[in-house]
């Protein structure tokens, strides 16, 4: 039995689906975003961060087994009954830990917990194909279309994550929300927006969300002994975003939160 | 480098309110640049009538001077009032209780420390404070109790007033007894010195009770007078009982009498003033409002407007006539329901209409100022704790939400002050609508509503007085911040004192000797482990409370003689009709005194902390962890470390979780020991308002890895700030552990960042929250929504956010007045 290693178990989550969630972050990631706000996700190892500010050490990675987390999450039950919310898990890249994902995936829906993915595409498909289906819906993130550009970026190639994304839409796209993190300079423009758009309506996407590039886990790239990728990156302006939201609508997807 | 806090950014709160009349404008604006001012009128001539009433009984005496007070106040009709009356000459005018107590306006005069507890105590500088200061310093004013204008008239009253009360006041007169008499004085004393309890009462605050409105609305005064003529005329005077009982009467009608006379001024004063007045439209007001002073509270109100008039002179009048703190309107939205509803349906009035009423009360609540000695201005903020509590359910369980209640909340999202706070009376049968609408509300950031647990409530009430449960629910109201109380028929509690568990728990620890002072309290043994630890902290806890009691029934007795409150009596159920007052157990329900104390959480931290690195782990023994608090952690960094990573309450953990219900249970129990000075058993309640942070600093470093000074914990159930890493739900979880119908009141504080609530999705979530919450059963949640960065930025610009309203512990206040201690309290308690 594989045991996951998770790095923040964050309730009230804000971003994670709907309802009062629980968003479990799983450590390990294929892809090296320059924007990632959760650096110490990127790693599947457990490792130190430590804060200048509080002068104090903290280990970001812990082990549990799929039965050990859902324990220690069902007792929010009540609140995500009450709510329609439930658990949503992200990191990181979930499916990265595919073995854990599948066992807890298993014991949460035979105990009928709502259980959502964040996914950045990038991942075997094989592996994930008997459980992929199941979750109750899907956050993914696609970030630019030109393969070259994609790899600058992220250190890696998008072919795996939109094949991925077409297998996953062909299964079940209402239950899709596909998250652009709108990052200045990288795709930004109404060029690379369309192109995503276009992307989402050929595959019958109905909702998109935006999501601003900010700069909270700045600190956090120090404290595991980094450099932070995006220094100097200006935040985007109010209309910039309102100027992209209106593209989104316009093409008759829904604009999500 | 930009910083994520862009001006533009800023203010993130999604709902944003604005005065709906130019009306409301200008009150608002006016208080909003208005000093604080101390107005000795009141004083000047209740000392007058005190001076000339030597030899009458304490009853009528007391009747007599503030009656006599009352009807030779100057009415302060102010521009654009459409409903009048005021408690003193000023806009934010506070009057000094000379009679309940003078030795800290002496000791002021004299520049002398109020109390050991002023050097722990600090105040807000901003806002009208600022401006009392500035003035203070331009003109012909002094600035007294540090925020409040003295002028030199004033100041000469004052003086005046407070020597010849010397000996007589309330304070004084139970000086003289249990100074003497209770044979643990010294404990008391001391226990002011390391400050283990509050600073002694300068002046008592009385208050946390709701008159009975629906009556005196309804029937008018000339009723209730008539009604105890007719009693004294009915009354056999064959035992001294019963003549105490038409002193009582005589008594209640004078006040009456006086009540009227002050509001006669009022009419007087309007009509003088329209015969000058050159604006057609303010003339025909003021002559509108002469004709409904003239008409109310003396006879039955007959509309809405006549109601709003009627309320507030009979609730100002109770607010003169006790050094009043925590006094409430209670439930607003079902006394006054009967005369919004026959205007509207009739046409005589409009929605619109009544919402710049409901805002214009919002302001004059809000005007109404208290002055005490400094600590204890440090402790409560400056607040009135005046809450108005709406929704509820009627006495057979159905939703008792209305139009009104929707107005209410309207107003306080259009006309943000600080008074009065607003509750809600949860009960799930509430309708969508209401508790929607009451979302929108905490979504200003103003801090309320605050919810409460109707259930847990009733289930309180039921095993404290043994009433129905229909009564309590048609009659539950809150007094003050978070207690709830019947109202129209319950006791008040006056003095809220606290307990410092954090204190309690440091004499455990040291044998009985405080750290700081000293000081020794009982002696217990030097403990080795938990279980001694915990021996000895329950000894203490024990003798603390009940020597609080003690003391406390002892000063009771001299408010009996010296402050009786006659007017609150005769419009208490059942006063009137038994004969008896207040503090002689007139009234329905006398259970409600309560003993207060901060800083459990704290307390459990430590505990838990000792039990895992001492007896667990054994990382250390206790006298090392003694040490290294003893050095503030210095030298001691890797245990320091480990202290931080013991676990804390507010993560859902049982090992944490355990030791709180075991404290909370025993806490109990020792509490409902002691009968109060009414003869029924004390009730356990636990508060901090402000003084958490007084109680931190005279507390040394602690074993769960607190420094220093730091704060306590600002509520009942709220975690330490930073020390709750699970998350809200998981806070919630350990806060429903504890069984919440075993006390009198409740508070757990919440923190959320705008983002968190957004739109009706996040409403929704909220509202989820709170349900689940109540199911649980949990009994109080007030919610705080700001980002910190806003609040960072308050404190480097106050001129920018002059009416920026935050809650803390019991109360929302006007951020830029509070101190910078609890400023920064409430910057640093976690978001999510």
């Known amino acids: 039995m594989k045991n996951g290693i998770i790095f923040n178990i964050q309730e009230y989550a804000v971003h994670d689906g709907p309802g009062i969630r629980t968003a479990v972050f799983l450590k390990g990631c294929p892809l090296r975003c320059a924007w990632c706000c959760n650096p110490e996700g990127q790693d599947y190892k457990p490792e130190i961060m430590f804060s200048k500010r509080s002068r104090a050490e903290k280990v970001m990675g812990k082990s549990y087994t799929p039965k050990s987390l859902y324990d220690k999450i069902i007792s929010n039950l009540p609140y995500f009954k009450n709510s329609g919310g439930g658990v949503t898990l992200s990191g990181g890249e979930p499916l990265t830990q595919a073995e854990f994902v599948r066992e807890f995936l298993k014991i949460s829906k035979k105990n009928n917990l709502s259980i959502g993915l964040e996914t950045c595409g990038y991942f075997e498909w094989e592996k994930v194909k008997d459980f992929i289906a199941k979750f109750d819906f899907y956050y993914f993130d696609i970030k630019v279309t030109d393969p070259q550009k994609h790899k600058r970026f992220t250190g890696k190639d998008n072919k795996i994550i939109f094949e991925n994304f077409k297998k996953l839409a062909k299964i079940n796209p209402l239950k899709i929300t596909v998250t652009i993190a709108v990052i200045p300079a990288v795709n930004n423009s109404k060029k690379e927006i369309s192109e995503i758009i276009k992307l989402c309506k050929e595959n019958k996407i109905s909702k998109i969300r935006l999501l601003p590039y900010h700069f909270m886990g700045k600190d956090k790239y120090e404290a595991l002994g980094r450099k932070y990728p995006m220094k100097n990156t200006a935040l985007l302006k109010h209309s910039e975003m309102e100027h992209l939201k209106k593209l989104i609508l316009k093409s008759g997807i829904n604009y999500s939160l | 480098m930009k910083t994520i806090c862009e001006k533009e950014k800023f203010d993130m709160r999604e709902v944003k309110g604005e005065p709906s009349t130019s009306r409301i404008k200008i009150m608002r604006g006016r208080y909003l640049s208005s000093p604080l001012i101390i107005d000795s009128e009141y004083i000047k001539l209740y000392t007058e009538a005190h001076k000339k009433t030597n030899g009458l009984n304490a009853l009528e005496r007391r009747a007599e001077c503030h009656a006599y007070a009352m009807e030779h106040l100057t009415p302060n009709i102010q521009d654009a009032e459409s409903f009048v009356g005021s408690k003193t000459r000023y806009t934010r005018g506070a009057i000094p209780y000379c009679n309940y107590a003078s030795e800290y306006i002496l000791r002021e005069f004299k520049n002398e420390e109020h109390a050991a507890q002023d050097k722990f105590t600090d105040i807000g500088l901003g806002g009208g404070i600022a401006h009392s200061k500035k003035l203070a310093k331009d003109g012909n004013y002094e600035l007294f109790s540090k925020k409040f204008l003295l002028s030199k008239e004033d100041k000469k009253i004052l003086h005046e007033s407070a020597e010849y009360w010397r000996g007589k006041c309330m304070q004084d007169t139970s000086d003289a007894v249990w100074k003497k008499k209770f044979d643990k004085a010294d404990y008391i004393e001391n226990g002011w010195k390391a400050v283990l309890y509050t600073a002694p009462h300068d002046p008592a605050p009385e208050g946390r009770y709701v008159l009975d409105f629906e009556t005196a609305l309804s029937q ?120 919004y509803k026959k ?24 005007e109404i100022e208290y002055v005490a000695s400094f600590s204890w201005e440090g402790l409560g903020s400056g607040n009135l704790y005046q809450n108005m509590i709406i929704g509820c359910t009627d006495e057979n369980g159905k939703r008792a939400d209305n139009e009104l209640s929707m107005l209410i909340l309207q107003s306080a999202i259009n006309c943000q002050t600080t008074q009065p706070t607003l509750s809600i009376w949860y009960d799930e049968g509430l309708s969508d609508e209401f508790l929607l609408k009451a979302t929108q509300c905490v979504k200003t950031g103003c801090g309320f509503p605050a919810w409460f647990n109707l259930k847990v409530y009733i289930q309180h009430e039921r095993e404290k007085s043994g009433l129905p449960t229909s009564l309590i629910r048609k009659y539950a109201a809150m007094g003050g911040c978070t207690e709830p109380t019947l ?183 020792y509490v409902v020991k002691q009968k109060n000075y009414l003869g029924e058993p004390y009730d356990p309640s636990m508060l901090a308002i402000s003084t958490h942070t007084p109680f931190g600093k005279v507390c040394g470093a602690s074993p769960d890895g607190r420094l220093a000074e730091v704060a306590l914990c600002d509520g009942v159930t709220s975690p330490a700030p930073g020390t709750d890493t699970n998350g809200p739900i998981s806070v919630l979880l350990s806060a429903a552990k504890i069984d919440h119908t075993k006390i009198r009141g409740g508070l757990h504080n919440m923190k959320f960042h705008p983002s968190a609530l957004k739109g009706i999705e996040g409403s929704r979530k909220l509202l989820a929250l709170i349900k689940t919450y109540f199911e649980s059963p949990g009994f109080q949640l007030q919610f705080n929504i700001v980002d910190s960065c806003m609040l960072k930025d308050a404190q480097k610009h106050p001129e920018n956010y002059r009416d920026l309203i935050v809650r803390v512990a019991g109360f929302s206040a006007f951020f830029v007045e509070l101190s910078k201690s609890i400023q920064d309290q409430i910057i640093e308690r976690t978001e999510y």
């Open chain 2, 220 to 339: 008018g005064f000339n009723k209730i007078i008539e009604k105890m003529k007719n009693k004294i005329k009915k009354a056999k005077s064959t035992d001294s009982a019963s003549v105490e009982k038409i002193y009582f009467w005589r008594a209640g009608i004078r006040t009456l009498e006086g009540t009227l006379n002050w509001v006669k001024n009022y009419a007087k004063t309007a009509r003088e003033l329209a015969k000058t007045e050159k604006n057609t439209a303010r003339k025909k007001e003021l002559l509108e409002i002469a004709a409904i002073c003239e008409q109310v509270p003396a006879n039955p109100a007959r509309s809405f407007r006549e109601a709003m008039q009627a309320f507030w002179f009979i609730y100002l009048a109770g607010h003169i006539e006790g050094a009043q703190l925590g006094y409430s309107p209670g439930r607003f939205d079902r006394y006054m329901y009967p005369y």
């Open chain 2, 487 to 669: 109202e129209g028929m319950s006791y008040g509690v006056v003095q809220a004192g606290f307990i410092n568990h954090m204190k309690l728990f440091e004499l455990a620890m040291n044998g009985g000797v405080d750290p700081r002072t000293k000081i020794k309290f009982d002696k217990t043994k030097i403990p080795k482990n938990y279980k001694e630890l915990l021996t000895a902290y329950k000894l203490h806890l024990k003798n603390a409370i009940r020597n609080w009691q003690r003391y406390w029934n002892y000063v009771m007795a001299a408010h009996r003689q010296v402050c009786n409150l006659i007017y609150s009596s005769v419009l208490t159920r059942d006063c009137v009709e038994r004969g008896l007052s207040l503090d002689d157990k007139g009234a329905v329900c006398n259970g409600t005194p309560t003993t207060l104390s901060t800083g459990m959480v704290n307390a459990v931290n430590c505990l838990a902390s000792v039990k895992k690195l001492v007896d667990d782990d054994k990382a250390c023994s206790l006298s090392e962890l003694k040490k290294a608090c003893a050095n503030n952690w210095k030298g001691f960094e890797l245990l320091h470390k480990k202290a931080l990573d013991t676990p804390k309450w507010g993560n859902n953990d049982n090992y944490v979780d355990n030791i709180y219900k075991e404290l909370f249970n025993t806490y109990c129990d």
């Open chain 2, 343 to 366: 205007d509207i349906d009739s046409g005589k009035i409009t929605d619109k209409e009544v919402l710049e009423l409901l805002e214009a009360l919002r302001v004059k609540m809000t």
